[in-house]
């Protein structure tokens, strides 16, 4: 059964209260509808008018609740179960530009519905690719969604010109937000933390106000559509291309991508003892993405995904619960018949937006940072971690050479979260090869040779990329195994050790001629302890089963057996 952490107040499955939810949820649908942004850059490529604007954003902000509903229903096979928030994939943006300049919307449209369908599929191999998402491949995938949020995030908060300067006022608002989310996320012991955001939130659109970041009069216009209006929706005439199929097919896996790392956070920030990526969860939570980019397809809007930076927020305030998604879900269907809700929430000022992406940032790449450092490394995965962020990390710095490719490549290429985690995935596979899962030693029954086998176990964990802490348990009942042996002389000539691994178990063998271990699980009292020699023989098997989590012995060929399991 999966234990909530410590500092998670309402658990994936938990139900808060309904006025707790309701805050929650507009909490992360204030931050949804920020990401309207990149449907309206689209448009803008492509010409489009007033009514084609309005159009956009209805649908865009009906595409993401339909994304965010199917991602955390978690029932009848589809969606991840978690609480994760779907937004308009920036992901998708380049390639939709170059459709929607060769054929219109209705390119980009059927491309972007092409593209979730090849999603949905490709959901269906996930369970049988698990050797593609080690826990240090998923890591390394979420440390680069991090810093890569960082480049778009400090432009924002620091208001920063096309002529280099910066803005004093913008800094002002941003810090006032980011130490407010910062503070109330920190300090307070009630669940005032679980609206840390949406209270930083409002104090930075109040010092936007007095600094005139925002102009009043531009709020004045927010109720030109009156307070409620049915949805108005524009559906394109969807058009298919040949020619921009592989490039539609290499976004919708770079975004599958995305949500993996996505959904894997959301697994480890729920679960106390979390140990390997949930492969059925992805794969629900893979086809719940492709559905989602399907839909906004249909409607006419840019793909969506899940969003890394709902993901950071529900951590950080510690309420993970998927009624809260569902909710999330509602709220946005509902703002799309409540114009004045959308239009002041779409106008959210720059640099209150750079204060959250900072702030969703910090959250991803310790996160990541926390994955890749729960497995032990060889040179191997040194060679795969850091030779896959450097990856990631050159095309941030040499992003103008780029911009010379192909605009459907510098879309991949373009992406340091695509570069590192294809990187990481091939350099796995690639890192693989030669690396045996069975190792054996031999050593001679001596208290000197106990060194050896604690280096055979730490070299074997490593190139295995075993958790440190079942590699630790192992090497301790082992060691107490032989030194009962060595010292209480049951054995003669040579001890076996054999280790087989795979992602869930660790199975250790010792074989040695000699005497029988006394394999008792009954405690010896204190008085038997002095009185009686053979209950001090029954101490060593009883710190032996307080390491492994199955301990048996058989006698083999005439030679003893030992055989210790571990779960991994």
Known sequence: MEQKPVGIIYGVDEIPPLRTMLLLGFQHATLALVFIVYPLMLLGESAGTQADAEAIVTASILAMAAGTFLQCLGRSGIGSGYLAVHINNPVYLPVSIQAASIGGIGLACGMTFIAGIFSA????????????????VCGVGILMLGISMVGSALPRLLGLAADGHVDPNSIAVAAVTLSLVVALSIWPTGHIRLYSVLIGLAGGYAASLYLGIIEPASLRSIMDSGLLSLPTISLPEWKFQSALLIPFLMTALVSSLDSVAGIVTCQKINQSEWVRPDMGSLSRGILADGMGVAVAGVLGTLGTGVSSAHIALSS?????????????????????????VAKLLSRMPTPVIGAVLVYAAIFLITSGMGLITSRMMDNRRVFMVGGSIVAGLSVMQFSELITHFPEWFSSIAGSPFAVASICAIILNLLFRIGTTRNATISVEPQLINIQEVRNFFENSGGAWGARRQVIQRANAAVNELLE????MELVSGTIDIQARFDEYNLDVAVLYSGMVLNTSDQRPSPEQLLDDDNAVMQLPALLIRQYADRFETETVNHRQRVSLHFEH
């Open 316 to 340: 950080a305030t510690g309420a993970t619960a998927r009624r809260i998604g569902l909710m999330t879900a509602m709220l946005l269907l509902a703002t799309a018949f409540v114009p004045p």
């Open 484 to 487: 009962t042996l060595i010292l």
């Open 121 to 136: 599929v490709f959901s269906r191999f996930i369970p049988h690719l698990r050797h593609l998402f080690p826990a240090e």
